[in-house]
């Protein structure tokens, strides 16, 4: 084939010219769409071999044949409704030639090619938006007699090919009008003159038109790919943009509009894109390589997350989850999450196409997620969520792609308007060989920070469902409850990432604002919430997952008998608990940085996100110690190596819980969470009674635990105990449960000087708990003082009650006797003069009794006393540990913490990654066992795990 010119494309319009003069004539038919697709095919290449501007000989011919395209437009509107069998396809020819010649002319004037004066513009564009309404029932008929045909007939074959060709044609004719459009409209260098795209907008391009277009050529392709034995195995790559054009933006103004009012309008589009992304495995893995199909297919599920799809998207959803067996393939969900979460799909973000394409899928995924939710609220009815959900949001192409992708935005994000610099030095343009999706974002001229804004938008939308959804189930097979884990780790790990996260506001002076940054400026968290959709809601969400609510929510459902692999479900379970430890340090840490003149207007919002902190914490390690009964009571009785795994792994959870715990207590801030607490003195006197940690507690517990979990054990748990006894003692409630709220913790208390005799003589220095219990005593006291009097006040009602709470007050196992019982086994190794602690027993042996006023007298006494004690470090008075002791505690904490492959320093505040997994860090050098992720976090670790690695550097300490 001769390469184009203009002189030849010049002599074939012409003769194109000369054939649209007869257009309906049967036998020139045919010609003319062979010929006028050799004019459109033309057009394309001659701007592909960089042709310039068309010389005036030539641009002359091709003027006249965009005159002529007036009159053939006329005559096709009058002849086309007569052009019936015999002629068969005859009208579909027609129809198609005028686009492909349209085309092709809009090609090259798209490309600025070829100029045309305003006038011929406007009858240009009204003759190719005429020809166009004659294209949707030339493509229903195609589609009707496609599916009616028999498999392999001449009919079959014909109606096939024409399905494709004039779908191919009509779109690209409408893609370059659409962008022509878009371009104009975005104000960007433009050949459309003003008067012409005034004309588009207002008068031909109408969105019934559009929409009628869009639904017979989705038909029409469907049908195409669904015939047997068809070739045709993906949509063309201009319908997939034209169709993104029309429904994910709007550019058409009111077409959005008209089409979210008529669900069956919907349908085809729908279940084209759906058919479109629901592939098998090995067209997964080609569509991910392909830089046109990751095109189209990032077109389609652009498309498809528009919201004006939602309706057919629910029906979709809903009719895959009627029909779903096992033997059927995945549905439209887990498709999307699949594909998603494609390693060469990964491999190849630095292109255009595949980042797109990545974009859109979390975006439609967001959306798939939300449709349900959605439609349950505003039903008016709560619905349980369903596992398969979790298990999309959970997959690698979920939440945690979310924060892979994240963390190269930000990594890449500009600082003062100047792009960030790669490691080495190198500005992103001079590492283009090794670019990311980051890079891709804020590459010049790239839509993909628009996009990346919508698709956390979509994510602010399901974030906010999950966070009010209260029917979750009361058990979750264990794929669905390590899936709800991770997307509870991918939402504790966005929080870095999002304050560095592209704001359209901000763009051009590179200022990034943090999430305590945003509440001081509007006021409270509440107002923070309230951004306006024109900011994405960015801020909206850094401050949803900021306070943990959804993780918290995702980490409640726990496995049930139905569990598939517990050990999976354990795994996930560590990953979560390590992940929210991490979280804990890191704004424990952030707070103790904050602690600045500079630094209050932050102070609001992380004091306030402390006591979810607290109560994230103990979930995430109360779903920890489900698991593992749970993978315990799946082994075998002889698999002692797997039991040995399981109880390390516990272990380590038990070393990440006290380290988090003691990271937050350390902030000393009043927590007043009842049900929290509950929690948590529900689930330590599990643990200090779970044989598989008998031997660590004893350690921790012991001399040679000072520091093993960033503090004293004993001392952390005395610290949380004092805080829930302070809790509770402020109430000043009257109710029986409240009452009780004192006595989980001193269960717990009395638990660790059973283990630990020794602690008794430790904890009577813990001037804070003893603080505390005094108060405690006191307000008990207060109670029983202030209902007496009410009693005597009020008659007989009241006296029955201040009989019943009476009752429950001195009761043996009560909470007054317990709070006395506690403080007198303490009362002789207070650290008070000889005779000022003997003349306090003898006030304090005579409680309880049922008097109000000694008890007082005592309270306030023993309150006093542990005013003028000094606040003793946890190691004051600890013996010397025994050095197998303390080697034998060190060889069991760094096998433990080795379970946690991302680092062994507990205190480790690093939420770089996408997950615990995928932060594996770097092997220790001395002792090969654990790994940490930086030099920092080892030196922070080395005073406890010293011991441990120069022993096993000496070959002295044995494995486990």
Sequence with gaps: MAAPSWPALAALAASVERRMQHPVAPEAGLALLYQAGGFENACQELQRTGAGRAPAADARALQALALRLSDFAVALTQHLPAAAPPFGFLPMYICAAGCSVYAGLLWLLYHDMLTLREADWVQLLAATALVLQHAPPQLGQLARRLRRSAAGSDEHISCRSGAHVMVQITSTALHLLLNLLEAHNAGRPCPLPPRAAGVLRSAHLWPPQLLAWAGAAAQATLAGMQAPGTDWRRPHPFLGAALRALFATGVVPGLRDLLEGQPEQQQPLVALAAHALTLPEAEQAELAANREASGTARDLAQMLAADCLAAARRRHQQAEAAAATHAQPPGLLEAVASLAGRPRLWDLRGQTEQAGLLVACLELLMALSADPLLATEEAGRAATVPPRLLLALGSPGGLPLLCRLGAEVAAAA??????????????????????????????????????WGTTLHRVVVVVGQLIKRDAWPEWLPAEACAAAWRCAEAALRLLPLLPGQPDKLAVAAGDWRTAGQLVAARGDPAAALAATPAERQIDALMLATGTFYMAEQMLRPRPGPAAVDPAAAAGAALGALSTVCRAACAMAGAIDAQHTPSGQEHMAFHVAAVPVHHRLLDAAMQQCHNAHRAELAA???????????????????????????????????????DEGFQLRFTLLPDLLQEPGLAQLWRGLLGPAGAHAVGGHAAWVLADAAALAIQCASKQEAESEDALQAVMGPLRMLGMLCTLEPDLTVRLARHAVLLRTLGNAAGSLGAVALRFERAAAARGRAVAMAAMALSNTLYRPDGPQASVWRFINQLAPHLPLPAARCAALQRQLAIMPCPAWQPQLAAARALAIAAQDMPDMPAADGLPQPNPEAGLALAQRRAHALGMRRGCANPLCA??????????????????????????????????QHKLFCKAAQRGEAGER
């Design 414 to 451: 500009p600082q003062g308007g100047a792009p960030r610099r790669q490691r080495g030095g190198r500005p992103p343009a001079a590492a283009a060989a090794r670019a990311d999706f980051g890079q891709q974002c804020w590459a010049p001229g790239s839509d993909v920070v628009g996009e």
């Design 910 to 943: 690093n939420l770089s990654g996408a997950c615990e997994a995928g932060s594996a860090g770097r092997r220790c050098s001395g002792c090969r066992a654990v790994h940490f992720c930086s030099d920092a976090c080892s030196r922070a670790d080395w005073a």
């Design 635 to 673: 082994l075998m009785p002889d698999a002692a190596a797997a039991r040995a795994a399981c109880n390390r792994r516990l272990e380590c959870c038990l070393l990440l819980y006290l380290s988090g715990l003691a990271a937050l207590l350390r902030l000393q801030v009043p927590v007043e969470d």
